[in-house]
């Protein structure tokens, strides 16, 4: 299992970027913080997206914050990106791991507690639980779960991989520590960071309320 900080997780997609750069967005997010990016877009073409993940994993290389690719592997591999995150209908971990290596960062959504207990056989370095609460960001077949549901779909997660475990879906400043209490490693972002006027400002804001949480976590186990 490879090392991955989940502590905040930002998630560029062209459609919430507010017609800004994502490279200029990437940059801003993790001078604030950022752990962990993703590059995500559901409507752009191969060759488009192997470009923009390329420009991205450029701009990451001096920070040491890895990129990875929403979904498609095929874009992984050919942008150089540190890895992949995939769906329950995506390529399964297993083939991924085959063809990105054993060091790339693989993580996996999961919904429900069986997809959490069926994560003990897979190769997977995170998984990422959602959508907790409702966004606009993505369109959810499924209800959200809310903390209650996260908190114990997150409990079997961990116990059947070890693997640390992050929150996604309609997560902010405001809620962002009760979902560390909760029992998230951390959480992802898109809207929360990327929409707003000075990324770098609130990733820092968000970045603390989640290190605060953590800290206070630690200290009540």
């Known amino acids: 299992m490879n090392a991955v900080d989940l502590r905040l997780y930002g998630i560029i997609d062209p459609v919430w970027t507010g017609g800004r750069p994502a ?15 993703q590059y995500r877009d559901k409507s752009d073409d191969v060759r488009r997206m192997v470009d923009s993940a390329r420009a991205l994993k450029s701009a990451l290389a001096e920070t040491g914050v890895p990129l990875l690719i929403n979904d498609r592997v095929d874009v992984a591999i050919a942008s150089g990106a540190d890895g992949v995150h995939l769906g329950q209908t995506d390529m399964h971990p297993a083939d991924a791991r085959r063809l990105l290596g054993p060091s790339a960062i693989i993580g996996l959504t999961v919904k429900t507690a069986a997809q959490a207990d069926e994560t003990f056989r897979l190769p997977v370095d995170y998984t990422c639980i959602g959508g907790v609460f409702s966004t606009g960001s993505k369109v959810n077949e499924d209800p959200p779960v809310g903390l209650e549901g996260f908190s114990r779909i997150a409990f079997r997660a961990r116990l059947a991989s070890g693997a640390p475990v992050g929150a996604i879906a309609g997560i902010t400043a405001d809620n962002a520590g009760s979902v560390i209490a909760a029992g998230a490693d951390g959480v992802a972002v898109i809207s929360a960071i990327f929409m707003v006027d000075d990324v770098t400002a609130e990733t820092r804001r968000l970045r603390a309320i989640i290190d605060k949480a953590l800290e206070q976590r630690r200290q009540a186990q």
């Open 23 to 37: 490279v200029d967005l990437a940059r801003a997010a993790v001078a604030g913080g950022c752990t962990l990016i």
